[in-house]
């Protein structure tokens, strides 16, 4: 049973983000705009999000197996999905590039909460979350970057 509560738990990120790379797929600029030191290659990308949305089911089924989740975690967890979802959106579909940055600010902050959340319930669901903290961090600092350099 636990297996199939991981499968889930993974699943649901992971088919999110495959959903948002192709509805923005046609959309993406990345290679055309002017970029920060530090920019990694595009293709690099969706191998860090597949990889950060496994990790980020992973910590959600260890709560979900060991019945650890309650609202207040489900909310966060599912909150945050949906604003990272909505960013690619708004940075690459729109181009709301300073809209996008406000946006992922609420993203940080939301993932900050959630991590604070999950190690309170338990501390391996919360620390499997740090690399995804850092990425948004680094994606903030991309998506402000790029606002002022395409001016």
């Known amino acids: 049973m636990k297996a199939k509560t991981y499968i889930k738990s993974i699943l ?3 088919i ?3 959903i948002i790379g192709l509805v923005t797929s046609k959309a993406i600029d990345y290679n055309s705009l002017e970029k920060p030191i530090l920019s990694p290659p595009g293709i690099l990308f969706p191998i860090v999000w597949t990889i950060l949305y496994i990790l980020m089911g992973i910590s959600y ?5 060991n019945n650890l989740v ?3 975690v489900r909310r966060i967890y599912y909150l945050q999905l ?3 979802a ?3 959106v708004i940075f690459f579909v729109l181009k709301w590039r300073l809209f996008s940055f ?3 600010i609420l993203l940080d902050i939301l993932v900050i909460v959630m991590i604070y959340r999950f190690y309170k319930k338990n501390k391996v669901s919360g620390l499997l979350q740090i690399p995804y903290l850092i990425w948004v961090l680094f994606a903030t600092y991309l998506n402000l970057s790029i606002y002022l ?3």
């Open 12 to 14: 649901v990120p992971v």
């Open 16 to 18: 999110i983000g495959g």
């Open 61 to 65: 089924g260890i709560l979900k197996s």
């Open 70 to 72: 309650d609202e207040k």
């Open 82 to 84: 949906f604003v990272n």
């Open 86 to 88: 909505l960013w690619s």
């Open 102 to 104: 406000i946006w992922i």
């Open 149 to 151: 350099l395409n001016m």
